[in-house]
């Protein structure tokens, strides 16, 4: 007799990086079903900036040591208003893709504005309207704070992408479909 072995669960780690505070996001995905895992911020202490990039880099690997995902989701970056927060953010970021580098994880990268369009709709939403989505979507009893809310929006983002619920629009960027295939 030979009987399928279960289906096994893609485990997405979703990061919203920040100089200050770096969200993290974890969901399984099995089929149509997604469960949600952890998710939290990294809060760095004052001090140099290197000292700060080298604490997102030691929380982000012990995330992955202790999740274990096997598919990475970052937000890409922006061009801000303020070209100091832009090399920061920035920087977190690298810090960010070195770790996952270094664990052997590749990553997929999402635009602020696409990652909205997933989760809520529409690609101007604020933070509150992605919060408000990520708890109704993965069923959470609490609402999570903003930085875990946008990690967590990033990974299903990926999530609708892996499972072809993300299309491209007229303009070449791509929008959900606002449906999870059941």
Known sequence: ???????????????DP???VTGY???????ANISYVASGCI??????????????YAGLSEIVGLHRPNAVAIERVFMAKNPDSALKLGQARGAAL??????????????????????TGQGGADKAQV??????VLNL??????DAADALAIALTHAYSANGLLTTSSRGRRRSTGRWRL
């Open 1 to 15: 007799m030979n009987a399928k072995p279960p289906p096994v669960a893609n485990r997405i780690l979703g990061i």
């Open 18 to 20: 920040g100089s200050r």
């Open 25 to 31: 996001g974890v969901i399984d995905v099995m089929g």
């Open 43 to 56: 809060r760095t202490a004052d001090g140099a900036l290197e000292q700060r990039l080298a604490q997102i």
């Open 98 to 119: 070195v770790c996952m580098a270094n664990h052997g994880l590749s990553l997929a990268e999402y635009a602020a504005r696409q990652i909205k369009q997933s989760v």
């Open 131 to 136: 919060q408000h989505m990520v708890t109704a």
């Open 141 to 146: 009893s609490a609402t999570p704070q903003a």
